[in-house]
């Protein structure tokens, strides 16, 4: 039968591997030793809400855990996202508590309404950056904001090189989706 999928042109999607997560760590030193970006604490886990009980009751189970370290918005297209917040050096803890949010959801039958997680970097100049994680590729890609709703891409395509041996960067350029406003970045 994978013949007959490869002369159709059907592929297999990837599947999510929520333990790359922890690579970010070893990844954030190779990062800012190319880059010069350091993590700043804040990492974010973004989703689609679903209605019920079963969500509400789980949503709030992680923010207890979590605590006042979390917080709750939604952006302008109906995404939950879930704010965590750590010490720029607790950066292991802060992708331990983003790992165990998305475990959460995945585990509870949510995994479908996960969309990205993402872990924030930024520089003594100013420029800002995060490495996304895009749960359904099971990839990661830089995303570097400029004002005005640009994108740094010479700082993103740095990044990429700084990272294609540590993580699994997402090579399709088409699904670098930006992240405009994301919570902690």
Partial sequence: MKWLDSLLGRTKAAKPNLDALFALPSAA????AATG?????LGS???????GGAFATLES???A???ERVERSTDAYGY???????????LSDLVTELHAVNSSLEGAGFGPSLLCSLVSFADPAGRRMAVVYLYKRGTFYPFAPLPGERRDNALELQA??????????????????????????
């Fill in 80 to 90: 939950t996202w879930l704010l965590v917040r750590r010490a720029p050096s607790d």
């Fill in 61 to 63: 189970d992680v923010r």
């Fill in 65 to 67: 855990l979590l605590g």
């Fill in 160 to 185: 990429r090189g700084a990272l294609a041996g540590e993580l699994p960067i997402e090579e399709d350029l088409a699904r670098w989706f930006p992240v405009w406003g994301a919570p902690g970045l």
């Fill in 45 to 51: 886990v973004s989703f689609r809400a679903a209605e």
């Fill in 37 to 41: 970006l350091a993590p700043t604490g």
């Fill in 29 to 32: 030193v190779t990062l800012q």
